[in-house]
């Protein structure tokens, strides 16, 4: 990937994104089923997943479905965390399920003491992750999710820092394969 010089004096390699996001065509819920089996085979312990979308989206929901995909039991259950900010869960991975809606900016994402599970090798997945300003981490995969209609969602795909440069190629494969199912 080409960079030019003097972009590179304002924001340091690891945190530019690898390439061109990856964007699926409008999806069901079926397909982001398929996307969240498929995501979590690339998944490793200390991997942050970035989820961005309105309230609505299905934010929650791609959660929810990832840790079914991790073993989380239904013992478990799966919820946004909107007002206790931070959920664990346990499976095959640990995981860290935060929703920093009600937070304003990374000092209050601080004083949480959210910051901290950002360091931990469990798998970090965060809403509203706007709110960690300057503090997000050098290595992530953003996943924006659009509403093009009541029944569809996009999925926009970036993946930043080098955790993510390796998987890159998989990642591309599998938005493919998302675009490929029946609709």
């Known amino acids: 990937m080409w960079i030019d010089e003097p972009l590179l004096q304002y924001f340091p390699i690891d945190i530019l994104p690898l390439a061109n996001p990856i964007i699926t065509q409008p999806i069901t819920l079926k397909h982001l089923e398929f996307f969240a089996e498929k995501l ?3 998944l ?3 991997d942050t997943l970035l989820l961005e979308g309105g309230l609505g989206a299905g ?3 791609l959660v929810q479905l990832i840790a079914s995909n991790l073993d989380i039991g239904d013992d478990q259950y ?3 965390p909107s007002f206790s900010l931070l959920h664990e869960y346990s499976g095959t991975v640990q995981v860290f399920h935060m929703d920093l809606y009600r937070l304003t900016d990374e000092d209050d ?3 949480a003491g959210l910051l901290d599970y950002l360091e ?3 798998l970090c997945l965060i809403e509203w992750p706007e709110r960690l300003g300057s503090a997000k981490p050098h290595n992530y995969l953003q996943i924006e999710i659009g509403i093009p209609d009541s029944d569809h969602r996009t999925l926009t795909l ?3 820092g080098p955790r993510w440069t390796q998987r890159l190629p998989r990642l591309i494969r599998l938005v493919e394969q998302v675009n490929e199912q029946d609709t």
Do not use: M, W
Request: net charge negative; aromatic share 10%.
């Open 158 to 160: 970036s993946a930043y």
């Open 44 to 46: 490793e312990a200390g």
């Open 78 to 80: 799966v919820s946004s």
């Open 40 to 42: 979590s085979f690339l």
């Open 109 to 111: 994402v601080e004083a």
């Open 59 to 61: 934010k929650t929901t």
């Open 120 to 122: 931990h090798q469990g």
